[in-house]
């Protein structure tokens, strides 16, 4: 039996610490005097050496490491032997297993193979065919005879290139390295979305208004532009009418004119409100005029069977708490109603205006329909296009007020919160959308010299000295000028039904 010396000698170190253990555990203990007070020489007498359950410990735990260690060096070093021993058997039979053969004749010697045999096709010999029944009976020679690949009419050679294709590594596609990647799907336009809808041009002939809440420094105004863009390429033939108090750029339409001469673009002059103030009104009064004209068209052409398709009138009402105050400001100075007026025109075109396509625009700062004056039940024919940057937390507030308007979903409304936070955090300087058209988030396309473009160029449109003259008018000329024009086309309109 062999033996294994390093665990043996385990043995007497056991011992050894162990009977340390076990003789410390008997010092005497003895009482010695000590002072304890110096004044009047008051002794005591204290007990030095090892306490009761610190000899117990001793003497248990040194005996059992002496007993312990003993039996461990013997079991590991006899058992080690043994198991030794047992392996040197195991090898001994396998190189046994793995000695060649001696053979006898013109078989060559056989050994085990060391790798994993390679499968290759045995094509078939024509010395093999013409054997005799007696030859192929003998399987003791042609059974170890190799022999070379021959071309035969059942089983032709394999040419050079069938042996590179074969050589050439199999890859199963379904476990390749690189997965196929899917195209990149174009980014989602929002601003051509809401600009779709907000002129009936969409492919489900959907016709909505659009309230856009935004606020300052939120990037609206070139995104209004963006909308107008899009609309101007979709739709040529469109109308355009606005009204903008802060005197903003819109790809040249402030520099436009009808052909009666009236502004596309009303300017509001805030610090002398009342020709700006009295000119909206009066764009409001031709937009309902224009309703009813194409109401009685669309009459009569249901009547006749004609097609109706007019050509879509959009009304821009920017910055509408800011026309409201100038319409109420007027009414404290001047004493007319132009606030009421403002809201009872812009709330009638809102319930009557989609059927003719005269679509409002209304841009102003809350997504709530009855903050502007109108009736709530208005609200359904309004689409809801937010706009907000990351770095105002207040626009950031409106666009979460919009989702919260636009969808009682709670579980969509959690999903549009993460990604309206994902996205502002992001780019916090890029305006991100949200249309309620779809219930989709996303970044406003890079409009940032939009408000440079020119995209509306006319030769006979006013220059900046008829639009000095025409807001130099009093409310009460232009007034007169422009019921004389609604006189001369009511009586235009008179014919025609007459005719």
């Given at each position: 039996m062999s033996l294994n010396l390093k665990w043996l000698a385990l043995a007497p170190v056991s011992w050894?610490?162990?009977g340390t253990m076990f003789a410390a555990s008997f010092e005497r203990v003895e009482r010695v005097p000590v002072l304890v007070?110096?004044?009047?020489?008051?002794?005591?007498?204290?007990?030095?050496?090892?306490?009761?359950?610190?000899?117990?410990?001793?003497?248990?735990?040194?005996?059992?490491?002496?007993?312990?260690?003993?039996?461990?060096?013997?079991?590991?070093?006899?058992?080690?032997?043994?198991?030794?021993?047992?392996?040197?058997?195991?090898?001994?039979?396998?190189?046994?297993?793995?000695?060649?053969?001696?053979?006898?004749?013109n078989q060559p010697a056989r050994t085990m193979p060391t790798t994993a045999p390679q499968v290759q096709p045995k094509p078939s010999s024509p010395s093999h065919e013409a054997l005799n029944e007696s030859q192929d009976s003998a399987l003791g020679s042609d059974l170890w005879r190799s022999h070379e690949p021959t071309e035969s009419p059942n089983h032709p050679a394999p040419t050079d290139k069938v042996k590179s294709s074969l050589s050439e590594p199999i890859v199963l596609s379904?476990?390749?390295?690189?997965?196929?990647?899917?195209?990149?799907?174009?980014?989602?336009?929002?601003?051509?979305?809401?600009?779709?809808?907000?002129?009936?041009?969409?492919?489900?002939?959907?016709?909505?208004?659009?309230l856009i809440p935004a606020i300052t420094q939120s990037g609206k105004t070139s995104t209004l532009c963006g909308m107008i863009r899009e609309v101007s390429q979709i739709c040529p033939d469109v109308i355009w009418n606005g009204v903008d108090p802060k005197g903003s750029v819109f790809l040249g339409l402030e520099r436009l004119c009808h052909s009666d001469g009236f502004p596309v673009i009303v300017s509001i002059d805030l610090d002398k409100p009342n020709v700006g103030v009295s000119m909206c009104v009066e764009l409001l009064?031709?937009?309902?005029?224009?309703?009813?004209?194409?109401?009685?068209?669309?009459?009569?052409?249901?009547?006749?069977?004609?097609?109706?398709?007019?050509?879509?009138?959009?009304?821009?009402?920017?910055?509408?708490?800011?026309?409201?105050?100038?319409?109420?400001?007027?009414?404290?100075?001047?004493?007319?109603?132009?606030?009421?007026?403002?809201?009872?025109?812009?709330?009638?075109?809102a319930f009557i205006g989609l059927e003719d396509k005269i679509f409002l625009w209304i841009v102003s700062q809350s997504p709530y329909v009855s903050q502007l004056g109108f009736d709530g039940s208005v609200?359904?024919?309004?689409?809801?296009?937010?706009?907000?940057?990351?770095?105002?937390?207040?626009?950031?507030?409106?666009?979460?007020?919009?989702?919260?308007?636009?969808?009682?979903?709670?579980?969509?409304?959690?999903?549009?919160?993460?990604?309206?936070?994902?996205?502002?955090?992001?780019?916090?300087?890029h305006p991100v959308c949200f249309s309620s058209a779809g219930g989709q988030i996303a970044y406003a396309p890079d409009l940032k010299d939009i408000q440079r473009q020119q995209l509306f160029r006319a030769e006979d449109s006013m220059d900046d000295e008829d639009i000095a003259h025409l807001r130099s008018l009093s409310p009460q000329a232009i007034a007169l000028e422009f019921n004389e024009f609604l006189e001369q086309k009511r009586s235009d309109d008179t014919e025609d039904d007459q005719l």
């Open positions: 050894l610490i162990g007070n110096a004044y009047n020489n008051q002794t005591q007498e204290v007990s030095f050496g090892v306490p009761t359950t610190a000899r117990i410990i001793l003497q248990f735990g040194g005996g059992a490491i002496a007993i312990g260690g003993t039996a461990a060096a013997a079991f590991f070093g006899v058992g080690s032997g043994s198991d030794s021993k047992r392996n040197a058997g195991s090898q001994t039979q396998h190189e046994r297993l793995t000695r060649p053969i001696p053979v006898t004749g379904g476990y390749a390295n690189k997965m196929p990647t899917q195209p990149e799907q174009p980014e989602l336009n929002l601003v051509q979305q809401a600009a779709v809808f907000g002129c009936g041009q969409n492919s489900d002939s959907i016709k909505v208004h659009l009064r031709r937009a309902m005029s224009e309703q009813t004209q194409r109401k009685k068209a669309r009459q009569r052409a249901m009547q006749t069977g004609q097609n109706y398709d007019p050509s879509p009138y959009i009304v821009i009402l920017d910055e509408w708490p800011a026309i409201i105050k100038a319409a109420k400001d007027c009414d404290l100075t001047s004493g007319t109603k132009h606030r009421s007026t403002i809201v009872q025109l812009a709330e009638t075109l609200s359904a024919q309004f689409c809801t296009f937010a706009i907000g940057r990351g770095f105002n937390m207040k626009s950031i507030e409106i666009c979460k007020k919009a989702i919260e308007r636009s969808t009682s979903d709670e579980a969509q409304k959690v999903q549009l919160f993460g990604k309206l936070k994902k996205l502002s955090e992001a780019r916090p300087y």
